[in-house]
């Protein structure tokens, strides 16, 4: 077992888990302690120590079933076992496809396990010339599931057409189905296929947009405790702060006027003042829900925040934020009503700079922070980015965040090289975790501009 | 007291009759935890019973608990040890002014003279006890590191005295809500598990076991609803403590039936946010109040 066990950490980190010696100590020992004849109890030895985050879960999961189901196939190939003669003799030849179709559907809608890798290889067999396939599974396991008229539910809870299973059973469903051909396939050839990496999207939690903008909110959290805590990073205990005399007599007065323990004045937290200010012009439609979604939780974690939405021009949207509390509402609001003075439709950066400059003049100081969310495509409009290099001093510090991959900056009609000198940092930023990425580039300190 | 849990069965049982319906892989975990001697790093949302599973392992291995409570800004003096300054100061004061440096300080440098704190307490214990450390993304980096000597040798080095040995092995649990992403020298030091919410039958279990006297058809009806608020996009999505709390209300309030008006009535119990609440009512209320909840079984 012990190779096997190896073998698998090896796929694990393949996968990008870090599986250390010690994990793989500590697994070994743990399986010591479980019975190895319950696959329950033996995965889940392995995820406790092997996985230390839920995600790695996710993957050891996924590989799990794939390693063990490869080893098993090889095991059978080596061994010359085979059971491809029983699936072809079942039914007697004819199985009448009705009948098979509705003891799926009434599987796949009941409550109960039911034996869906009996119905799945049922199934490749009804749909006939199992040694005749297109080659490729996914192909395959798509034409198996129409010769069967099976179809997912539209949502979740609403009940479409008679035909109509819920999604996840067929899933499972096409999960066996697949499988079986798999396993018909090395028979057949007498080799395993080359072992996949994980899609991405397999990979993924699955998530929801609710779920998202949770994520969202959570990591702005963070963000808040950073941009507090920035510049005292290196405050160490009580290092450069000033000792409260008066405090410290008075503690010395329980150690007979000895001060053993200094007292210190405590250190006020610095208030960041913010500054936001958001593209909401078409070229990042996809990425504004996301930076809606940055802006509302921003709005939650912070009281002094201004923010700002723009396409050709500016204007102010704080006060939506405050009056709407609901994120749908916001967005409704900020669609519809709350007026972003726009003529052409297209972005001019210059532009906004200058109106920019003009409103918030008197109120950008050292201690407060500009973040620009956009993607710095001016349509060939003159950047100003003299202009901006005005808000940027003015500022204590400036932040750009990017929707679009680096690769496509400074392409086209993308100017953001124009204003990256200026800023403190410029990143590409269109998912929670890129989010995630930028406060721990904050916390970390790392500034272009110093 | 303290008794060994002896299989996984073993583990799950002796922690229902604490009060804590475990799942499989918490029975897992645990019953590894004592068998490995490693620590338990338990992550999840808030109020899933993170914190109660270290209580209800204390009641179910009669092992008594010690508990750290992690904040920004706690350090070694806090959680390990302090030397007691002032009765080292009283000690010196009282020694006659003839006594040899030397002496002075082997003497003040003592056991005697050491507050132990949590930690240290944990580890110095005669019987084995149960160590929950809570909510330790809330400490700094560095606390953390300071912590992998006491999770993987069980020892403390006290430079004046030299170090101090476990003299029994306890049960550590460490919590977390993710609030920060922790090192990896922790977590390759601990076992991992994850809690999430319980599925709608075992929240049943869960809520009939702490509010026995809710008749069964309402406590039905209240998981349902607090699993439909939970899917709603809500700050702060109501957790198990909360749903046990609200059977207790209905309780107290002879609730006969979970319809419209006493939802909107003891929301305020499972909601915490005033925006939350609007969603809630508006939601799931309406649902209630149509008779949609409730017609089909929780499953």
């Given at each position: 077992m012990a190779p096997r066990l190896l073998e698998l950490a090896d796929e694990l980190r393949r996968e990008g888990m870090a599986?250390?010696?010690?994990?793989?100590?500590?697994?070994?020992?743990?399986?010591?302690?479980?019975?190895?004849?319950?696959?329950?109890?033996?995965?889940?030895?392995?995820?406790?120590?092997?996985?230390?985050?839920?995600?790695?879960?996710?993957?050891?999961?996924?590989?799990?079933?794939?390693?063990?189901?490869?080893?098993?196939?090889?095991?059978?190939?080596?061994?010359g076992l085979k059971e491809g003669a029983t699936l072809r003799g079942e039914g007697n030849g004819q199985i009448d496809l009705e009948e098979l179709r509705g003891r799926i559907r009434d599987t796949l809608r009941g409550e109960s396990e039911g034996d869906l890798r009996d119905l799945a290889r049922l199934a490749i067999a009804a749909s006939g010339r199992l040694g005749e396939g297109s080659g490729v599974i996914g192909v395959d396991v798509q034409r198996i599931r129409r010769t069967l008229g099976l179809k997912g539910d539209a949502?979740?809870?609403?009940?479409?057409?008679?035909?109509?299973?819920?999604?996840?059973?067929?899933?499972?469903?096409?999960?066996?189905?697949?499988?079986?051909?798999?396993r018909a396939l090395i028979e057949r050839t007498g080799s395993l296929p080359p072992a996949r990496p994980l899609r991405e999207l397999d990979r993924a939690l699955p998530t929801g947009p609710a779920q998202d903008l949770a994520a969202v909110h959570r990591v702005v959290a963070q963000l808040r405790r950073r941009l507090a805590t920035q510049g005292h990073e290196h405050r160490g205990r009580h290092r450069s702060s000033v000792v409260d005399v008066r405090r410290t007599m008075r503690q010395s007065l329980g150690t007979g006027g000895v001060p053993l323990e200094l007292r210190f004045r405590p250190t006020r937290p610095r208030r960041p003042e913010l500054f936001v200010l958001c593209d909401v012009s078409t070229s990042v439609t996809s990425a504004s829900v996301f930076f809606l979604s940055v802006l509302h939780a921003l709005h939650d974690s912070f009281r002094k925040l201004r923010s700002f939405v723009f396409v050709e021009r500016i204007s102010e949207v704080t006060e939506v934020f405050e009056r709407e509390r609901s994120f749908g509402d916001v967005s409704r609001a900020i669609a519809g009503d709350a007026g972003v003075a726009d003529v052409s439709g297209y972005t001019d950066y210059g532009r906004v700079w200058l109106e920019f400059l003009e409103q918030v003049m008197d109120d950008l100081d050292p201690r407060s922070t500009v973040i620009v969310l956009g993607d710095a495509r001016t349509n060939g409009?003159?950047?100003?980015?003299?202009?901006?290099?005005?808000?940027?001093?003015?500022?204590?510090?400036?932040?750009?965040?990017?929707?679009?991959?680096?690769?496509?900056?400074?392409?086209?009609?993308?100017?953001?090289?124009?204003?990256?000198?200026?800023?403190?940092?410029?990143?590409?930023?269109?998912?929670?975790?890129?989010?995630?990425?930028?406060?721990?580039a904050l916390a970390e300190g790392k500034r272009a501009g110093t | 007291m303290s008794a060994d849990f002896g299989s996984i069965e073993e583990t799950q049982k002796a922690l229902e009759s604490a009060g804590y319906l475990a799942g499989d892989s918490t029975a897992l975990v645990c019953f590894l935890a004592q068998e490995l001697g490693k620590p338990v790093l338990v992550e999840g949302p808030a109020g899933v019973g993170k914190t109660e599973l270290a209580k209800a392992l204390s009641r179910?291995?009669?092992?008594?608990?010690?508990?750290?409570?992690?904040?920004?800004?706690?350090?070694?003096?806090?959680?390990?040890?302090?030397?007691?300054?002032?009765?080292?100061?009283?000690?010196?004061?009282?020694?006659?002014?003839?006594?040899?440096?030397?002496?002075?300080?082997?003497d003040i440098f003592g056991e005697e003279f050491l507050l132990s704190r949590p930690l240290l307490t944990a580890i110095s214990e005669e019987q084995p006890v149960v160590l929950l450390i809570d909510e330790i993304d809330k400490a700094d980096q560095e606390f953390e590191a300071m912590l992998l000597e006491v999770l993987s040798e069980f020892q403390v080095s006290i430079p004046e005295l030299g170090v101090v040995k476990a003299r029994s092995h306890p049960l550590v649990l460490l919590t977390?809500?993710?609030?920060?992403?922790?090192?990896?020298?922790?977590?390759?030091?601990?076992?991992?598990?994850?809690l999430d919410y319980p599925d709608a039958g075992r929240e049943l279990e869960i809520v009939r076991l702490h509010a026995?006297?809710?008749?069964?058809?309402?406590?039905?009806?209240?998981?349902?609803?607090?699993?439909?608020?939970?899917?709603?996009?809500?700050?702060?999505?109501?957790?198990?403590?909360?749903?046990?709390?609200?059977?207790?209300a209905l309780l107290l309030l002879g609730a006969e039936d979970v319809d419209g008006e006493l939802l909107k009535r003891t929301m305020s119990i499972i909601v915490k946010h005033r925006t939350d609440l609007d969603l809630v009512a508006e939601r799931v209320g309406v649902k209630l109040t149509d008779g949609l909840i409730g017609s089909r079984p929780a499953g």
């Open positions: 599986v250390g010696t010690s994990e793989l100590l500590d697994a070994f020992e743990a399986l010591r302690a479980v019975s190895w004849a319950d696959q329950g109890e033996f995965q889940e030895a392995l995820a406790a120590t092997l996985a230390k985050s839920q995600e790695d879960r996710r993957v050891l999961e996924l590989v799990f079933d794939r390693f063990f189901y490869r080893v098993a196939e090889r095991e059978a190939g080596a061994r949502m979740a809870g609403e009940r479409a057409g008679p035909h109509s299973v819920p999604r996840e059973r067929l899933r499972e469903f096409e999960g066996h189905v697949r499988r079986e051909l798999e409009r003159e950047p100003h980015a003299k202009v901006f290099s005005h808000v940027a001093a003015r500022a204590g510090r400036t932040f750009w965040m990017n929707p679009e991959p680096r690769l496509y900056w400074n392409y086209g009609d993308s100017v953001i090289q124009a204003y990256e000198p200026f800023c403190d940092g410029v990143f590409e930023c269109w998912t929670v975790k890129q989010l995630e990425e930028f406060v721990r | 179910a291995g009669g092992r008594p608990l010690i508990r750290l409570q992690c904040y920004e800004g706690l350090d070694e003096a806090k959680a390990l040890y302090e030397w007691n300054y002032r009765k080292q100061l009283l000690r010196i004061q009282v020694e006659a002014s003839d006594a040899g440096w030397q002496e002075v300080k082997d977390s809500n993710n609030s920060r992403e922790l090192t990896e020298a922790l977590k390759r030091r601990c076992l991992y598990l994850w026995p006297d809710l008749q069964e058809h309402v406590a039905r009806k209240l998981v349902e609803v607090v699993h439909m608020v939970r899917d709603l996009d809500l700050k702060k999505p109501p957790s198990i403590a909360e749903s046990i709390d609200w059977a207790r």
